[in-house]
């Protein structure tokens, strides 16, 4: 196709001239990405053929996330991850040879409590056990020693405790000081899928484009060690609906995981399981800090 543009010699010195204007910033990254970032947006501006009137929607829809923004939520954040921009920054940032990283989403909270390494997180509450273990290593698969993984993930209901008042706010998330060989363990529930938050813009926006709104199951893990690059990533159990249709682009192959049947009985003793019971194992890999 191809696409009419309006006067372009008046076009590309508009463009020129907007990338331009960055280039006395002090910081030359500064200047180097918002130069580019002017060049796309124009461009897209261009082949579009973008109405004024789709503009001002593009400004309503910008006013109505910041009306909607608060410290407890953030719009912006989840239209970056629905439009898959937080997943490509994932994908270009992290450095080849380890696990792959994924979305971390709005549900992270920095104040999770240390809990013991095989600690128990279900205390008693509905959903089918899952003990996730496994060990943190390096990309030639030497165990890393002093690593640490921060978990987090939704309770039976579908809901994180920052949705639902009726659960502890440090319920099903900890952090876990791994063992000398990188070694962590511990007892959780299967995660259920969910839908992101649609009663904002982006809601609005998935509704008008015919989009879903859910994520496959999942679990949330943060590792980091010292001298490692640190990673931010997911773990998808096998099998679970929207598996191929995650609304906010998060699953890699790589983090599929299956959930398997256990019968080690060590195990069901130590957590009060009847054997068989569901297990997750999964390896983590970092890569060398430059
Ligand atoms: C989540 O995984 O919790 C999530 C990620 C992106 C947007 C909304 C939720
Ligand atoms: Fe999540």
């Not at 040879?97 to 390494?117: A, E, I, K, M, R």
């Not at 690593?147 to 099903?172: K, M, R, T």
């Not at 010292?226 to 609906?241: I, K, N, Q």
Request: proline letters at 7%; hydrophobic letters at 40%; aromatic letters at 8%.
């Amino acid at each position: 196709m191809t696409v009419p543009t309006h006067s372009n010699a008046l076009n590309i010195a508009v463009t020129q001239d907007a990338m331009a204007s960055f280039s006395k910033a002090s910081d030359p990254r500064l200047a180097h990405v918002m130069s580019l970032l002017v060049k796309h947006l124009h461009a897209f501006v261009n082949e579009s053929q973008l109405s004024k009137a789709e503009w001002l929607k593009g400004l309503e829809f910008l006013t109505a996330a910041a009306k909607i923004t608060d410290d407890e939520r953030n719009e912006f954040s989840l239209f970056s991850d629905i439009m898959g921009i937080s997943s490509m920054v994932d994908v270009v940032s992290q450095p080849p040879g380890g696990t792959p990283s994924s979305v971390l989403g709005p549900f992270h909270n920095h104040d999770s409590h240390l809990q013991p390494n095989g600690s128990d997180l279900t205390h008693g509450q509905p959903g089918e056990r899952v003990w996730l273990h496994g060990r943190v290593l390096d990309v030639h698969q030497n165990a890393i020693p002093n690593a640490q993984i921060d978990f987090w993930q939704n309770a039976d209901n579908g809901l994180y405790p920052a949705q639902d008042a009726a659960q502890d706010p440090q319920n099903l998330r900890c952090k876990i000081n791994c063992d000398a060989n990188g070694g962590f363990s511990l007892l959780t529930i299967r995660p259920h899928p969910y839908t992101v938050p649609t009663d904002g813009p982006v809601g609005a926006l998935l509704a008008a484009s015919n989009r879903g709104i859910w994520r496959p199951a999942h679990f949330h893990i943060i590792v980091s060690a010292p001298g490692y690059v640190g990673l931010v990533t997911e773990l998808f159990p096998a099998g679970s609906d929207y598996l191929d249709n995650d609304t906010v682009f998060g699953v890699r192959p790589g983090l599929i995981v299956d959930v398997k049947n256990c019968d080690n009985s060590e195990v069901a003793v130590q957590y009060g399981l009847t054997a068989p019971f569901k297990e997750v194992e999964f390896d983590f890999s970092l890569v060398k800090q430059a």
